[in-house]
């Protein structure tokens, strides 16, 4: 049977051209759903891009114009197939569908809706993935860009969001009818396989999960756990490494951050601490960081494949303070090689870390709420033991591959 050809769109997927957890999600999809052929196009700058607002329009007037050629010889093909001998059924099922990935941030709420709109009048069937944004939660919009949320909203298309919270704001501040939850999904540590492969690859048992998560055979990750533990035994392993995976700005809480590591080295505290990412303004916050926690703080740079993984399997702590979110991928990353999550109580975090359980909540906008959280597990490593082990156990029975591609595909079929 043939399947529909997805045009799929995000900034790029280079991770050395740019971090955005976007891409990575985009990235995921692309690399787990075997059964559909998808395009990338790709829409924003990359990190190396610059410019002043006139560079920048004419960039998205260029990106368009290469979108209408692209939706223009995607329907050429669609038409050449209405023309050939396949049954009506054969030509549904060809149909391309546009995925279209929408973060709720100013530029792209005064971008996409263009993009989109154009694509709803060619005929194109589609489905916007909603990745989060600062316009999601704020408690107050700008006028236009609320108008523009509500235009979107209202269009009888499927759109994907993070979790049941995320669902319920936009039926009832934008008014969407069609919204299907999909939480994001990290693929299994260790490796660039999906968590059927890896399972397969190491001779384990698998059961499937009540509510459809993969689970692997006890051996690999108890094995796993047991390392992790007696890494945190505080004779073998005086300073907690925390790290900081994604992109280096003021929203993610950078600021607050370097206070709390500040306070944390006055108060006598030793901690080493790792990131891996991309400044959004060069030279904002890696000298400060390095000024101030000196031979202690190291910069990874973007990291990915056998670098990525070395880096996440370092980290005892991950240490998010950011301002809004929706359900970062870093997130879902860190915990499942076991790393203890610090983080706000912001977006649709709350669905994945309970607070005492496996992982811990901190305030936004507070130095001091971040410096507290680590000492406690600093002081405590027998409960930062336990979290570690709950915050792997969390995506190993909530989050599975193959079930994330099954619901992505049934949302497809409805668009």
């Given amino acids: 049977m043939s399947h529909p050809h997805i045009i799929i769109t995000a900034p790029s997927l280079d991770p050395t051209q740019n971090v955005s957890g976007v891409s990575t999600v985009v990235q995921f999809i692309i690399e787990n759903n075997k059964e559909r052929e998808y395009q990338h196009f790709q829409i924003g700058k990359t990190d190396k891009e610059s410019g002043g607002a006139m560079r920048r329009l004419l960039r998205i007037w260029k990106c368009y114009g290469e979108w209408r050629l692209t939706l223009t010889g995607t329907d050429k093909e669609d038409n050449q197939d209405n023309k050939d001998n396949l049954k009506s059924k054969q030509r549904e099922e060809r149909k391309t569908i546009i995925h279209y990935s929408f973060p709720l941030s100013a530029p792209s709420i005064l971008r996409d809706p263009w993009f989109m709109h154009y694509a709803l009048k060619k005929g194109y069937k589609m489905v916007v993935h909603v990745h989060g944004g600062l316009f999601l939660t704020a408690p107050r919009i700008p006028f236009l860009l609320e108008k523009i949320l509500k235009w979107v909203f209202s269009w009888d298309v499927p759109f994907?969001?993070?979790?049941?919270?995320?669902?319920?704001?936009?039926?009832?501040?934008?008014?969407?009818?069609?919204?299907?939850?999909?939480?994001?999904?990290?693929?299994?540590?260790?490796?660039?396989?999906?968590q059927s492969e890896i399972a397969t690859i190491r001779g384990c048992a698998t059961t499937i999960h009540e509510h459809g998560s993969l689970r692997y055979g006890a051996s690999a990750y108890d094995n796993?756990?047991?390392?992790?533990?007696?890494?945190?035994?505080?004779?073998?392993?005086?300073?907690?490494?925390?790290?900081?995976?994604?992109?280096?700005?003021?929203?993610?809480g950078m600021t607050e951050l370097l206070e709390a590591l500040k306070k944390c080295k006055a108060e006598g505290r030793k901690f080493k601490v790792r990131f891996a990412g991309k400044e959004q303004t060069e030279g904002e916050y890696l000298p400060k960081f390095e000024e101030a926690l000196g031979e202690d703080f190291e910069y990874c740079g973007l990291v990915s494949g056998e670098a990525k993984r070395e880096f996440l399997d370092s980290l005892d702590v991950f240490v998010m303070p950011t301002y809004f979110e929706g359900l970062p991928m870093s997130l879902l990353e860190t915990m499942s090689y076991g790393v203890v999550p610090v983080v706000t109580k912001v977006g649709?975090?709350?669905?994945?870390?309970?607070?005492?359980?496996?992982?811990?909540f901190i305030k936004v906008k507070d130095a001091d709420s971040i410096c507290e959280a680590l000492k406690k597990l600093d002081d405590d490593r027998s409960l930062l033991a336990k979290m570690s082990v709950e915050a792997r156990k969390t995506i190993q029975e909530n989050f599975s591959a193959t079930k994330y591609v099954e619901r992505l595909n049934a949302i497809y079929a409805q668009a």
Avoid: M, W
């Fill in 160 to 194: 994907i969001v993070l979790s049941e919270g995320e669902k319920e704001i936009l039926q009832s501040r934008f008014g969407a009818k069609r919204v299907e939850v999909l939480p994001n999904c990290p693929d299994a540590p260790k490796g660039n396989e999906t």
């Fill in 224 to 252: 796993g756990n047991e390392l992790r533990e007696a890494r945190l035994e505080p004779a073998k392993h005086p300073s907690l490494t925390l790290g900081y995976l994604g992109r280096i700005e003021p929203n993610k």
């Fill in 348 to 360: 649709s975090i709350p669905t994945v870390v309970k607070d005492g359980e496996n992982g811990l």
